[in-house]
């Protein structure tokens, strides 16, 4: 009788809404998103955690027809990416104020894939991301998630997930935000190159045998490097916080 009720139409609808959201969440989110962890893998991760969880999923409150299961099913999809959406704002903070440090040293033509999402990224957005990536990996974010994942089974049903204005705000803020705190982190070095450019402008006019490209780059450049990690740990801390407030945000989702 056990193993019946445990293979019922409901129980087996309610494994696969679980499965289907911790896919999407492992798809979406920071670090279980890595482009370097096969989709098999993540699969595998998604399928395991179902089990662990599964005992804890509540009896379902959705019909059982083609239309509510297909409903439900997009519901759990659309969970998943509007948690990882909400994360990776926060993370992508950094690499959009590397975009901008590496356009005033010069280096926007320096890019290369990078090996996290797998587009073509300057050398600088993918050397901060990948720290922000090591230091949100020391606060735990990975069991951060997990823990969120674990809670979202009771307090937000399977199948019941809808976007609320409140939380489409949210996101436009998010998103307001990653770029006017990316110019903050960016703006010391974007201050000295300007000041660089300025002052090099006037040594031209004094001495015209000053020939910029030969002298000027590689002092800007050596200027934006010190700058760079002189204000690295506040970098990585204001990247920390911005995760930390979007999962504290992510618990109203409940």
């Not at 992508?92 to 005033?104: E, L, Y």
């Not at 996101?171 to 770029?179: D, E, G, R, V």
């Amino acid at each position: 009788m056990e193993w019946a009720q445990l293979f019922s139409e409901g129980r087996t609808i309610a494994f696969l809404l679980l499965f289907t959201r911790f896919t999407a969440l492992f798809m979406a989110v920071p670090i279980f998103s890595h482009m370097n962890i096969p989709i098999s893998v993540k699969a595998a991760m998604a399928f395991f955690f179902t089990v662990f969880f599964f005992g804890a999923v509540p009896p379902l409150n959705i019909p059982t027809d083609a239309l509510s299961l297909t409903v439900a099913i997009l519901g759990e999809m659309l969970f998943g990416l509007v948690v990882g959406t909400i994360l990776q704002l926060a993370y992508h903070v950094v690499t959009f104020a590397g975009g901008q440090i590496s356009f005033m040293m010069g280096f926007s033509l320096a890019s290369a894939i990078d090996p996290q999402s797998g587009v073509s990224m300057p050398i600088v957005s993918q050397f901060l991301a990948l720290l922000a990536l090591m230091i949100l990996l020391v606060f735990d974010l990975h069991h951060w998630i997990l823990l969120y994942a674990s809670a979202s089974i009771s307090q937000v049903p399977l199948g019941g997930f809808m976007i609320t204005p409140s939380l489409f705000q949210y996101i436009m803020h998010a998103t307001l935000n990653m770029f006017v705190v990316g110019f903050m982190i960016a703006f010391p070095i974007t201050a000295l190159s300007i000041l660089a450019d300025i002052i090099f402008g006037m040594l031209m006019k004094t001495m015209p045998q000053f020939n910029l490209l030969v002298i000027g780059m590689p002092i800007k450049i050596a200027v934006s490097f010190v700058v760079l990690m002189a204000t690295l740990a506040a970098t990585l801390a204001i990247v920390t916080s911005q995760t930390q407030s979007a999962y504290n945000f992510l618990e109203k989702l409940f």
